[in-house]
């Protein structure tokens, strides 16, 4: 038997051993190193996923919490609309406005116009009387609890069949509001 002498056994032993680090670096460590990677790289997108589920839901309390706060206020703001089907309601608080100012009125409603889908209840206000109430009138108009917008306001010296312009001793004015309040949508 050939003997090996310890410089060759060194050497062989040295291979046998790179070789076997070779092999568990290539079926052992590789394998598990990549299996790693792609857990890391799939923790990575859960936590993206869920930073991104956490921001949308602090979102969603911030909505609520700013939704609660908004929430008994909603009531009066629904108290601004004309409800539907109840226009005279509306028509009645305009007539009222101006027999407590001393004011005739005459109140056009306008057909909302079927292109539109809104809640527009469009009228026009003819209004005539002495200065001082009219103005009286339009400070009650503005007091009313509706939302109105006013498009167009003209004035004039009132007519002289007027009822009011002939017995007041201050100048009488006319006025026309064309304007728009909303229904209930």
Not at 142 to 147: N, P, R, V
Not at 159 to 184: C, F, M, W
């Amino acid at each position: 038997m050939n003997r090996l002498n310890p410089r060759r056994k060194l050497m062989l032993s040295t291979a046998g051993t790179l070789i076997v680090t070779s092999g568990v670096l290539a079926f052992v460590t590789w394998p598990s190193f990549r299996a790693i990677r792609n857990l890391s790289d799939q923790i990575y997108g859960e936590r993206t996923q869920l930073e991104a589920l956490y921001l949308r839901g602090q979102v969603l309390k911030q909505t609520l919490r700013e939704f609660e706060e908004v929430k008994p206020k909603a009531s009066a703001l629904n108290g601004i609309y004309v409800k539907r089907g109840d226009e005279l309601t509306f028509i009645k608080a305009l007539e009222h406005v101006a027999a407590s100012h001393g004011v005739t009125q005459e109140i056009r409603l306008g057909a909302s116009d079927p292109k539109q889908s809104d809640n527009r209840l469009p009228f026009q206000l003819e209004a005539s009387g002495p200065l001082k109430a009219v103005l009286a009138y339009l400070g009650g108009l503005e007091a009313l609890d509706y939302y109105v917008n006013v498009d167009t306001v003209r004035l004039s010296a009132a007519s002289a069949n007027d009822q009011a312009a002939r017995t007041a001793k201050s100048p009488s004015i006319g006025i026309i509001l064309q304007a728009t309040a909303y229904l209930t949508p």
